[in-house]
């Protein structure tokens, strides 16, 4: 599928031709995706939510209240996903913001009942590096697709010294609870009192990261939290015993 034109991308592919995100070939500057890539792209499994991202939290009630991935994080999709994280290629991000509410948008949930999209915070100086939050451009593209308010200012992310890739399983989940926190201008208040947001990352892994963010979401007042994310890391046999034990 095309992408909605845009003067700026027009522009910007004079100078620096568009590249497929997944395996860098040039492609038209409307396009988001090699048609070869396309095609491989490795899109989540048609189960229910809790299939996935209940199993990944492990025995404990998710803090969110539902999340729905466009892809599993393997192959292409992974590789551009990948690309959006170092790259800042929007590609995958805009590509995931037009599919995913059809997924989202089911089973009672209607876009009017989402009042503001809000990304994963990143830390500020990662930020400054890297120019960028990965899961900001896509909960960019989202916002942009569906209307609904766009909000960064109520969590942050605290500086933390090993990235959480780093981590083993069980020290990302206890790493996560201190990794992000309230703004200190919101504390024990209820400024989201009532509101559902809708939360963006870009990739699901343990699911330490939503659910903690989630928590403090709802800590503000928000009554419900829906996870939308590009991708998921399929559960491998025994990661989810790992996280029940
Ligand atoms: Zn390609």
Redesign the pocket.
Known sequence: MKRRPRYSDFLLDLFFPTR?P????V?GWNER??A??EGKLEYAEPVPWQAIFHAKIGSDEPEFDRAEALFRYEGTARKAVLSLKYRGSRAVAEYTAERLPEKLFTDGLEPWDIDLVMPVPMNIFKRLRRGYNQAELFARELSRESGIRLETGYIAHRRKKVEQHKLSWRERLSSAKSTYCVRSKYAGKKPLAGKCVMLCDDIFTSGATVNNCARLIKELGAVKVIVAVICYTPPKKNDVQKNVQ
């Open positions: 497929c997944a395996c860098e070939r492609i995706f090699c070869e890539c």
